[in-house]
């Protein structure tokens, strides 16, 4: 069985090579397309490949730390094609797909430049995909955890006031930029000499990403941004884990140039949802918040119907099973729907849960409309944020991120009318232990220390605003074993009070 590596690159200089070392190992085949480089990329390539094609050359100096110790010996073949840019991302993919097939592939694992592999192996991966096509045939894809680094920008905590009150608390208002990974600093992860942050001192923060790129021959890309595969049926973790650092590199003006294909996108396709979801996260990324409104309230609009007719669904599936059969079928075991406007919809694990599920952009784009209507902070959109924390709570029941984001909210909505609210006072304390009651999942999408280190340094503020500093010290020592910095600096300035 014969695995392809597929790109499509343009100006990639910085990180192209640090990618094809890292995966190369994994795979029989790497495909390239390039849209139109005009720095050092096409160079980089035929470098790679002069060593691929040679396996006695030795590696470029710059990466003499050896890529055989750290990766093993294999070298693919490269292919390299020009693709001239059509502004559509699935065309540009499947160009790349089709190539790889007529070489032979059998299984497509999909990067991006800006990614590179941190775990796996060839015999782990090969494995896995002749598993999957002996069960699934050419019906599955598989997901990899991803590792999405963004520069440390968040202040410390300012300890020298004793009278600080609780709306300058430096509570961690938003995950989605405030992703930690405690004293990691990105010389540890990012191996390129190119680089253009200063890595001795950019401390980084993390949130993790579940990307659906491992799948069979004939799978194709549909939608020309945020391009999606449109044949699975099955989907399930792959043995493969991966970082992805493009967000610590400032200045590639990709938001305002997504955000023109999706609106083309949406002028074809307006019902689409998961467009309209795409688009809210583009512009509230783009720090245009109230112009994000429209789409995240026409995105819930539709996870609602779709949400209402999933539980009719189970209702009737739980209605219609009788006591004597057998209720842990696992017919339905890690299922998606074969559907464009569904990407990745997982409905239970490789265990066998058989319970139907939303689509998991879903899950995200809930979270991420709530915590715009937080940031926006009028009574009206704090009131529909309620709303919806009501509406929706029965979705996140295990979800760390949900419940320090009610913890962050409840914070800022009870203490804008603490007269009529006050009586909401014990569910922060109640959301921020619940996150730690569940703690980390690390084999899970979701922000890295929303169940430790992260609810415990809330936790500990929330104390120690009331006045409870034993119990703040707890916090923050919990939090201070993770190495977060801000935990062990309001130690020291409980130490003097």
């Given at each position: 069985m014969?695995?392809?590596l597929?790109?499509?690159?343009?100006n990639?200089?910085?990180?192209?090579?640090?990618?094809?070392?890292?995966?190369?190992?994994?795979?029989?085949?790497?495909?390239i397309a390039d849209?139109?480089?005009?720095d050092?990329?096409?160079?980089?390539?035929?470098?790679?490949?002069?060593?691929?094609?040679?396996?006695?050359?030795?590696?470029?100096?710059?990466?003499?730390?050896?890529?055989?110790?750290?990766?093993?010996?294999?070298?693919?073949?490269?292919?390299?094609?020009?693709?001239?840019?059509?502004?559509?991302?699935?065309?540009?993919r499947?160009?790349?797909?089709?190539?790889?097939?007529?070489?032979?592939?059998?299984?497509?694992?999909?990067?991006?430049?800006?990614?590179?592999?941190?775990?796996?192996?060839?015999?782990?991966?090969?494995?896995?995909?002749?598993?999957?096509?002996?069960?699934?045939?050419?019906?599955?894809?598989?997901?990899?955890?991803?590792?999405?680094?963004y520069?440390?920008?968040?202040?410390?905590?300012?300890?020298?006031?004793?009278?600080?009150?609780?709306?300058?608390?430096?509570?961690?208002?938003?995950?989605?930029?405030?992703?930690?990974?405690?004293?990691?600093?990105?010389?540890?992860?990012?191996?390129?000499?190119?680089?253009?942050?200063?890595?001795?001192?950019?401390?980084?923060?993390?949130?993790?990403?579940?990307?659906?790129?491992?799948f069979p021959k004939?799978?194709?890309?549909?939608?020309?941004?945020?391009?999606?595969?449109?044949?699975?049926?099955i989907?399930?973790?792959?043995?493969?884990?991966?970082?992805?650092?493009g967000?610590?590199?400032?200045?590639?003006?990709?938001?305002?140039?997504?955000?023109?294909y999706?609106?083309?996108?949406?002028?074809?396709?307006?019902?689409?949802?998961?467009?309209?979801?795409?688009?809210?996260i583009?512009?509230?990324?783009?720090?245009?918040?109230?112009?994000?409104?429209?789409?995240?309230?026409?995105?819930?609009?539709?996870?609602?119907?779709l949400?209402?007719?999933e539980?009719?669904?189970?209702?009737?599936?739980?209605?219609?099973?009788?006591?004597?059969?057998?209720?842990?079928?696992?017919?339905?075991?890690?299922?998606?729907?074969?559907?464009?406007?569904?990407?990745?919809?997982?409905?239970?694990?490789?265990?066998?849960?058989?319970?139907?599920?939303?689509?998991?952009?879903?899950?995200?784009?809930?979270?991420?409309?709530l915590?715009?209507?937080?940031?926006?902070?009028?009574?009206?959109?704090?009131?529909?944020?309620?709303?919806?924390?009501d509406?929706?709570?029965?979705?996140?029941?295990?979800?760390?991120?949900?419940?320090?984001?009610?913890?962050?909210?409840?914070?800022?909505?009870?203490?804008?009318?603490?007269?009529?609210?006050?009586?909401?006072?014990?569910?922060?304390?109640?959301?921020?232990?619940?996150?730690?009651?569940?703690?980390?999942?690390?084999?899970?999408?979701g922000?890295?220390g929303?169940?430790s280190?992260?609810?415990?340094?809330?936790?500990?503020?929330?104390?120690?605003?009331?006045?409870?500093?034993?119990?703040?010290?707890?916090?923050y020592?919990?939090?201070?074993?993770?190495g977060?910095?801000?935990?062990?600096?309001?130690?020291?300035?409980?130490?003097?009070?």
């Amino acid at each position: 069985m014969k695995i392809a590596l597929s790109l499509i690159v343009k100006n990639e200089q910085r990180s192209l090579l640090r990618c094809l070392l890292a995966a190369a190992p994994l795979v029989d085949l790497i495909v390239i397309a390039d849209t139109g480089s005009t720095d050092r990329t096409k160079e980089i390539i035929e470098e790679f490949r002069r060593h691929s094609d040679d396996n006695d050359a030795p590696l470029p100096e710059s990466h003499s730390k050896s890529f055989s110790e750290t990766h093993g010996p294999n070298r693919p073949p490269v292919q390299v094609y020009d693709f001239p840019w059509c502004n559509d991302f699935s065309a540009a993919r499947n160009f790349t797909l089709e190539r790889a097939e007529e070489l032979g592939a059998d299984i497509h694992f999909v990067l991006d430049a800006d990614e590179y592999v941190l775990s796996g192996s060839y015999d782990s991966l090969h494995e896995f995909a002749v598993r999957m096509t002996s069960k699934y045939d050419n019906d599955w894809a598989a997901m990899f955890i991803r590792n999405d680094w963004y520069p440390d920008t968040q202040a410390s905590p300012d300890t020298s006031s004793s009278n600080q009150s609780l709306p300058n608390a430096s509570l961690h208002l938003d995950v989605f930029h405030i992703r930690n990974i405690p004293t990691a600093k990105a010389n540890d992860y990012v191996c390129s000499p190119e680089s253009s942050i200063d890595m001795d001192k950019t401390a980084l923060r993390c949130s993790r990403e579940l990307c659906e790129r491992i799948f069979p021959k004939g799978t194709r890309y549909s939608g020309i941004i945020h391009e999606q595969p449109t044949k699975h049926s099955i989907c399930v973790q792959a043995p493969v884990i991966a970082d992805h650092d493009g967000y610590l590199h400032d200045g590639l003006g990709k938001g305002e140039r997504n955000l023109q294909y999706l609106l083309q996108a949406l002028r074809k396709d307006p019902a689409d949802n998961y467009l309209q979801y795409q688009t809210a996260i583009t512009l509230r990324n783009l720090k245009r918040l109230e112009e994000s409104l429209p789409y995240f309230e026409k995105f819930f609009a539709a996870v609602t119907e779709l949400f209402a007719k999933e539980t009719k669904m189970e209702s009737e599936a739980e209605a219609f099973n009788s006591p004597c059969q057998d209720n842990n079928s696992q017919s339905n075991a890690g299922q998606i729907t074969n559907d464009s406007t569904n990407p990745g919809s997982i409905s239970g694990s490789e265990k066998g849960s058989s319970k139907p599920s939303l689509p998991v952009y879903v899950y995200d784009g809930i979270l991420r409309y709530l915590y715009t209507l937080m940031e926006i902070g009028s009574e009206a959109t704090l009131n529909r944020a309620e709303e919806i924390i009501d509406l929706t709570s029965d979705l996140y029941a295990y979800s760390t991120d949900f419940y320090f984001f009610c913890g962050n909210f409840y914070t800022k909505y009870i203490l804008q009318d603490l007269e009529h609210r006050g009586s909401r006072l014990p569910m922060i304390e109640q959301c921020y232990q619940a996150c730690l009651a569940i703690g980390e999942q690390p084999d899970r999408a979701g922000v890295a220390g929303t169940g430790s280190f992260l609810a415990a340094y809330n936790l500990g503020i929330w104390y120690e605003l009331n006045r409870q500093n034993e119990k703040a010290r707890e916090c923050y020592s919990l939090a201070a074993k993770y190495g977060y910095e801000p935990a062990k600096e309001r130690m020291n300035g409980l130490s003097h009070k």
